[in-house]
């Protein structure tokens, strides 16, 4: 496997189910990415994690809820979520160099969650 | 508010012509720039970035161009070419020596006609 890569590809959940969306990047970065786009709407960012540690939640609803055990791995754990949750949720990652800041972000395929 | 603007959902080039896709930016804290491709089903591509202290950053077909005092910056492709058509995406961050997230506009769909 190479670049980012995300699981499941599709989703449909009910209102009542908790699930989770898995993200694994292959990069060899440091810093990971959630972010959601919804229909007409720009990309929005979600959560970041520098280093294993959550440095940024951009006032996300406690049903969306991200792990992130080392700096390859990134989940969204999901429950009890609104049919307006539907949407594309994409993890991406990125190199931070100490004193310039995260480079470009590599985003993986994301996955395509239903909350019927 | 949108603090990344891209005014044109879509645009229709000529291919073998210049396309030129624009995006606007309200948050003077911005200082690193980038544009990205995406096709349907697939995520976002990196395509090519510029940093604040400099006006143009080229990459082959791919110039992008920034002009801070107007908050406005500008990809070129020449020649355009049919693979090229494709959803453009403009995002900006306020650097500052972490990781940040990128601050998105809607996008551009650009068609190039044969």
């Known amino acids: ?116 | 508010d949108q603090q990344v603007k891209q005014n044109s959902p879509s645009l229709s080039v000529q291919e073998g012509r210049i396309s030129i896709l624009n995006c606007d930016y309200t948050n003077s804290m911005f200082d690193y720039f980038l544009w990205y491709k995406k096709y349907p089903a697939e995520g976002p591509t990196f395509l090519i970035s510029i940093s604040s202290i400099k006006d143009k950053n080229e990459d082959g077909r791919f110039t992008v161009f920034l002009n801070k005092s107007a908050k406005h910056l500008s990809l070129h492709i020449v020649p355009s070419q049919p693979g090229d058509s494709a959803v453009y995406f403009c995002a900006a961050s306020e650097g500052g020596g972490g990781a940040d997230g990128l601050t998105f506009g809607k996008g551009t769909h650009l068609i190039i006609q044969p």
Request: proline share 6%.
């Open chain 1, 1 to 116: 496997e190479t670049g980012v890569t995300q699981t499941p590809r599709h989703l449909v959940m009910g209102m009542t189910n908790k699930k989770s969306l898995k993200c694994e990047q292959h990069l060899g970065h440091n810093a990971m990415y959630w972010y959601k786009q919804s229909a007409k709407k720009p990309l929005e960012l979600m959560f970041v994690y520098n280093f294993k540690e959550q440095t940024e939640n951009n006032s996300v609803p406690s049903r969306f809820s991200p792990e992130c055990p080392n700096s390859s791995h990134l989940f969204l754990h999901l429950h009890t979520l609104q049919p307006e949750d539907s949407a594309l949720y994409l993890c991406a990652s990125s190199q931070v160099m100490i004193g310039q800041g995260a480079g470009e972000q590599y985003f993986g395929p994301g996955t395509r969650l239903t909350v019927t």
